[in-house]
């Protein structure tokens, strides 16, 4: 099935150590999301690309870096995690083609855990 | 600005008995809203869309949800719930930012269904 996958589903890292999360998609779906939804709160959109063009939410901390090397892959970079950056990752995609407006689907998110 | 309010953080309420999840979004523009739910430790999976059309929607697991533009709200409904609709949902609505498409999430509501 299509689908939007999530690697790995659980995270554990040490204060500091840089992190990679990833995301793929197999629907084909030109723009991806990164959220981040701390425990009982909303998700909270950090960045998204639309194909190759990158878009960076104001209030996003500039700890928190994307790649997207190609249409299927999008990473989620952690330059210095603290504490605060404990929180479950959510990726989405969508397709989004002039006026359309197609939901958003999300993959099962990576729980990050800081040491 | 779009916002949304979910009134509601927590509703408990007994199997087989109906559900009401409340929600109200504020918009000056053509609005598209959505309800998803997250299971724990997992992402968001879509329950149904208003895009436009009739105000009465269907959608998944038996849900439906009235779009009322007097009242800006877009209550999610179920006549008899079961166990496995514990879960938290999400009222989102769909906004134009920098000419591309983001969510806006409510805060969510916490369903507890109890036997």
């Known amino acids: 099935d299509a689908m939007v996958i999530q690697n790995p589903r659980y995270q554990v890292t040490q204060f500091g150590k840089p992190v990679t999360l990833s995301c793929s998609q197999t629907?084909?779906?030109?723009?991806m999301y990164w959220y981040q939804q701390k425990s009982s709160q909303a998700p909270k959109l950090l960045f998204h690309?639309?194909?190759?063009?990158?878009?960076n939410e104001a209030d996003t901390p500039d700890n928190f870096q994307s790649r997207r090397p190609n249409t299927s892959f999008c990473f989620l970079d952690i330059r210095s995690p603290g504490l605060g950056d404990a929180a479950m990752y959510l990726c989405?995609?969508?397709?989004?083609?002039?006026?359309?407006?197609?939901?958003?689907?999300f993959g099962d998110g990576t729980r990050l855990s800081i040491l | 600005a779009q916002s949304v309010t979910q009134l509601d953080s927590q509703v408990p309420v007994f199997e087989e008995a109906p559900v009401e999840l409340r929600c109200n979004y504020s918009s000056s523009v053509s609005v598209y809203l959505f309800w998803y739910v997250q299971y724990p430790n997992q992402g968001l999976q879509l329950l149904l869309k208003?895009?436009?059309?009739?105000?009465l929607v269907k959608g998944i697991n038996g849900f439906e949800a009235e779009f009322n533009k007097s009242q800006t709200s877009f209550h999610l409904r179920k006549p008899s719930v079961h166990i496995s609709d514990t879960a938290e949902y999400f009222c989102?609505?769909?906004?134009?930012?920098?000419?591309?498409?983001?969510?806006?999430f409510g805060a969510g509501t916490r369903l507890a269904v109890h036997p």
């Open positions: 989405a995609t969508s397709r989004v083609n002039g006026r359309s407006n197609q939901p958003q689907h």
């Open positions: 690309y639309y194909d190759k063009d990158f878009n």
């Open positions: 629907l084909n779906h030109n723009v």
């Open positions: 989102a609505v769909r906004t134009l930012s920098g000419g591309y498409n983001k969510l806006i």
């Open positions: 208003y895009l436009s059309g009739s105000t």
